[in-house]
């Protein structure tokens, strides 16, 4: 010991070093062997993104975990990889080709797909090379995409197999359309949103009549798409107009008046306008009443020519013009205003337009029972397990999943079409392998090749990423690989809530679907990472901070531990820089710990003390505690509790507590045997620390001492706990508690450390320990006696009195106004425990063992009074 070791933690010289040393020694790589396997499939983050707090969050949990397994003896195994994202990428894609005056319509698929390879080539695997500067120990040999050759194959293998069984169809629905991106998205894809909006009053002309007929609406410029009038059967203020029709505003149409009891009669005037192309519910009622549909709508979201001479105009700008004329033809009645919820697409903000479209559907009712099944009886673990609720709820409301895109970027639908009939296709892996069954379907055995057009859209993004855990060890393609049959199922999931639905509900039909098995044990949930003020981080708002550059400023370890301190299983994480310097204060701090027994001299003739002995078997005791804590914290999936019991364990019961205690005296050697004692709790510690901060961790355990590449730390054996004695360590805290006492009185007192005290004890106490108070209280002696001192600052531990005798110049008067207001308090105390348990309800029906406390509480407060009287005598 005593070398040169830098006295500021320099995280920058370090991280980069350990991480290199990690991959060339393949620590982070995992082939199937006799060990117990423990598997994580990373969320494949966008293929173009980068690295934001909420991927930070997640992958320093998924760390976490990893790195404690492999210390644990399991194989490891940390699958990465990236997500194509379909809609994301492309209009990146379409922008970048935008600012170079290229249209994407100008170019045919190929050349559009050649830009959309090269961008992915080019930013692609940014994000994962980020994760690696936070110490992701990922096997980045198994990297996988979701559109690399082997995954493109087992989800059009899926489609096909799908499609056989008769789960896969083709029809027209409604459909939530995103105007901006120009393609239909699910459910779980559209964000509602609270908005202010008007409500107007429109007056439709009754046929026939002189009389109009008023309805309320928040889209008047959909009137044109109008195919009925809806009102109440028992509305009476309405029942002389069934039977009759209405005028449309701006065309020659005339439509029914229908009667549906779906209508609210409380809403606007009760009278609704059905627009079944614009509309679910009026789509529902149009099916139901057999109306026309008409779509007005572009792919744009501008106006077809059923839009008549607003045609061409946006969605936003037609209303603004409809409204204008209604009011000049005197059809505008009064215009109130509105909250109420809109749907957003989620990728690009646009207001979703429902609108019927022939798309491809998954059936999903009896697909997904068993998804349903597994994680209500706990087969599959929801951490928290109050997300089973809405999970169920989703679950048994489920509807068929629209996995058509529009788009070109993504896994092109293996349908081949061979006439314009709805049903004239075929569904294969490519055209050649479908020929003669086109052929035979068409009775045309001159079809060729060339005659088969294969279906223009591809399939959701979520239809890849759903088979994630099966795909990446391709178990769709060979299922009875060495690979599946040893990591699947995997261990546990880390993702977020906001897409139970969209992922974690399907990978788990999936798992069921083609393993008969779940896909994971356990599926973590993080919360949101929010600032301050309780806002989603997010660009727009400018309140999101760079993780690399936080991670250059501070060290990847102290960001991971700031990013771990606040963010227990589903809730979410207010961000605050505070953390991250907290952080890297607490990587300082165990640097500095190590420091200090590096720099001790040793003598290996001298015998530890008494102090030192007291020590050792306390903090041994303390440790084998602490380590059941983390553990049982661990199996709980709380792991921020577990990192703030790591923390306590290490700052306050390590480098607080037991490093003053066996440090030798100023300029002395210490023991060999407490030196070695110390280096082994101190490699403990390092141990339960790696998983949070792997680089400071196994710098300080390379310098320790030098180690072979299977000696690392990353690859040691994760501590055994031994027994506990849970009495050894009551008593300890007694003495803490007389530690921290003597500290204040001569804080309070301005008494110097080196000024040496004596202490008189009365009462019944152990003095076992009374080496630990003169080692960190610099007492002369310690007296054991009946009687209570005079002339002596004291305090109460346990109901025995403690007592430092006065120095000549102490304030008499001062301490008699402390003890009187001790007192004060005391009785006031005491007061209140006999209110509650005079009080007859309150012993009746409060737990035996809450009385028995409050008792307990009275036995001390009367105790610590009789003394406060005592001493308060002896003063005056």
């Keep these: 010991m005593g070398r040169e070791i830098a006295t500021k933690y320099n995280p920058a010289s370090i991280e980069d070093k350990w991480y290199s040393y990690w991959m060339e020694h393949g620590y982070f790589h995992s082939e199937p062997d006799e060990r117990e396997a423990y598997t994580i499939v990373i969320p494949p983050p966008n293929v173009t993104g980068v690295l934001h707090m909420g991927h930070m969050l997640n992958n320093t949990i998924q760390d976490v975990l990893v790195r404690k397994a492999r210390m644990e003896g399991k194989n490891a195994c940390w699958v990465p990889g990236t997500d194509h994202a379909s809609i994301a990428t492309e209009a990146k894609v379409v922008a970048k080709l935008k600012e170079e005056g290229i249209s994407k319509f100008d170019l045919s698929r190929k050349e559009f797909l050649d830009h959309a390879w090269d961008w992915t080539h080019k930013h692609g695997g940014i994000i994962l090379e980020q994760l690696k500067k936070l110490g992701a120990s990922c096997d980045w040999e198994r990297t996988a995409f979701t559109m690399d050759e082997d995954r493109s194959e087992q989800v059009i293998s899926t489609f096909i197999d799908l499609y056989k069984k008769g789960n896969i169809y083709r029809g027209v629905r409604m459909v939530n359309w995103d105007p901006s991106a120009k393609t239909a998205v699910s459910d779980e894809e559209v964000i509602r949103k609270e908005i202010q909006a008007a409500l107007y009053y429109v007056n439709y002309k009754i046929v026939d009549s002189d009389e109009t007929l008023t309805i309320a609406t928040t889209r008047p410029e959909t009137i044109l798409g109008d195919t009925a009038i809806c009102i109440h059967p028992e509305d009476e203020r309405y029942s002389h107009l069934h039977g009759k029709k209405v005028h ?29 192309a614009h509309d679910i519910n009026d789509y529902e009622l149009g099916v139901k009443h057999n109306l026309e549909t008409i779509d007005i709508l572009n792919d744009d979201g501008t106006l077809n020519e059923h839009g008549l001479k607003f045609e061409g105009q946006s969605r936003e700008e037609a209303r603004k013009n409809v409204i204008i004329d209604l009011k000049t033809s005197g059809m505008m009645g009064k215009i109130d205003n509105l909250t109420h919820n809109v749907g957003f697409s989620e990728r690009t903000d646009a207001v979703i337009e429902p609108r019927l479209s022939l798309q491809w559907f998954m059936k999903m009712d009896k697909l997904s029972k068993p998804a349903l099944d597994n994680v209500m009886n706990d087969e599959v673990q929801f951490h928290p397990a109050k997300f089973k609720n809405s999970y169920r709820h989703w679950m048994e409301n489920v509807r068929d999943w629209c996995i058509s895109r529009q788009l070109w970027w993504g896994h092109q639908i293996p349908v081949f079409f061979y006439g314009n009939g709805l049903n004239d296709f075929v569904v294969g892996e490519n055209a050649e392998s479908v020929l003669e069954e086109a052929k035979k379907r068409s009775g045309n055995d001159k079809l060729s090749i060339n005659d088969l057009k294969q279906d223009e859209d591809v399939l959701d993004t979520w239809f890849s990423s759903w088979l994630w855990p099966i795909s990446v060890f391709n178990g769709l393609k060979d299922p009875d690989n060495k690979d599946i049959n040893y990591y699947y199922p995997t261990n546990d999931l880390v993702t977020a809530p906001e897409i139970m639905f969209f992922w974690v509900a399907r990978m788990i039909i999936s798992g069921y679907e083609y393993r008969d098995q779940k896909p994971f044990k356990n599926v973590y949930y993080t919360g ?44 979410d994480l207010l961000f605050d820089v505070s953390l991250i310097e907290q952080g890297r204060n607490f990587a300082n701090k165990v640097w500095n710990a190590f420091r200090l027994v590096d720099m001790w001299e040793v003598d290996e003739n001298l015998a530890p003390t008494e102090a030192q002995i007291i020590a050792e078997r306390w903090f041994e005791n303390r440790f084998n505690s602490a380590l059941s804590e983390i553990d049982r914290l661990y199996s709980e999936f709380r792991i921020s509790d577990a990192l703030m019991a790591t923390y306590k364990l290490v700052w306050d019961d390590f480098c607080s507590w037991y490093l003053e205690l066996v440090k030798p005296a100023y300029q002395q050697p210490i023991s060999g045997q407490a030196l070695v004692k110390t280096i082994g709790f101190f490699e403990n510690i390092l141990k339960v620390l790696h998983p949070f901060m792997p680089f400071i961790s196994e710098e300080i355990w390379q310098l320790i001492k030098e180690r072979s590449p299977e000696e690392a730390l990353i690859v040691s054996s994760w501590p055994e706990g031994g027994e506990v004695n849970s009495a050894f360590l009551k008593e300890f805290d007694v003495t803490r508690d007389v530690i921290s006492n003597i500290r204040k009185i001569r804080k ?54 403690y007592f430092i005798p006065f120095s000549e110049n102490i304030n008499v008067e001062e301490e008699i106004k402390k003890v009187e207001e001790e007192l004060k308090y ?19 029906n409060a737990p035996a063992k809450v009385v028995e406390m409050e008792k307990s509480k009275k036995e001390d407060a009367e105790s610590k009074i009789a003394i406060l009287e005592e001493k308060l005598k002896n003063l005056s």
């Design 826 to 844: 005391a009785k006031g105390f005491l007061n209140g425990v006999n209110k509650k348990l005079e009080n007859k309800r309150f012993v009746d």
């Design 748 to 801: 309070e007192k301005n008494i110097s450390f080196k000024v040496g005290v004596e202490l008189k004890v009365k009462g019944d106490v152990d003095s076992k320990f009374d080496s630990s108070i003169v080692q960190l209280c610099n007492v002369t002696s310690i007296d054991y006696t009946t009687e209570s001192a005079e002339n002596a600052f004291g305090f109460v531990v346990k109901n025995t009195e």
């Design 528 to 571: 949101i990472v929010r600032d301050k003020q309780g806002r989603k981080m997010s660009k727009s708002l400018g309140n999101s901070p760079d993780p690399i550059k936080m991670m250059e400023e501070q060290g990847a370890d102290g960001v991971r531990v700031g990013m771990l301190l606040s963010s227990p299983a589903g809730n």
């Design 248 to 276: 449309i505003p701006f065309t020659e149409r005339e439509v029914p008046i229908i009667l549906d009891e779906y209508v609210d009669r409380e809403f606007g005037t009760g009278c609704l306008k059905v627009t079944p």
